[in-house]
């Protein structure tokens, strides 16, 4: 046999043999596509489906968020008075242990005071009655 004729014969098996690898590879890359195309509109349509639910999540969260930031507020105000409230109770009852313990310089500085308001008063009465 001639050594060109055997490396013709080979090279035309290799081809061929190359060919129909080829082939294959191409119809089951075809198949795998055909198989990926209802994979590929569920996702999309999942995808439909996910961004309504995905804005209405967002709009829940504003709403807890805004609802959480108002409700911050008004336990700060409630906490402000209850504290505005102990420290009136601190005064009242500092003054009330005072004018228990010392009633007579109590009462004293309640009439001096309001002896002091009285005088007060009266004097601007009579400056604005002399101005005019």
Request: proline residues 2%.
């Amino acid at each position: 046999m001639n050594l060109n004729l055997v490396a013709s014969v080979s090279i035309i098996v290799l081809t061929i043999g190359l060919l129909v690898v080829l082939g294959y590879l191409v119809s089951v890359l075809a198949n795998i596509r055909r198989i990926l195309k209802p994979i590929d509109r569920m996702t999309g349509e999942l995808e439909k489906e996910f961004k309504p639910l995905l804005n209405d999540m967002s709009g829940m969260t504003t709403s807890v968020r805004s609802f959480l930031a108002r409700f911050d507020r008004i336990t700060a105000v409630l906490f402000a008075k209850a504290d505005l409230m102990a420290q009136g109770t601190e005064k009242v009852s500092s003054y009330v242990q005072k004018f228990i313990n010392n009633p007579k310089v109590e009462v004293e500085s309640i009439g001096a005071g309001i002896k002091k308001a009285f005088d007060v008063l009266l004097s601007r009465k009579e400056k604005k009655d002399g101005q005019i």
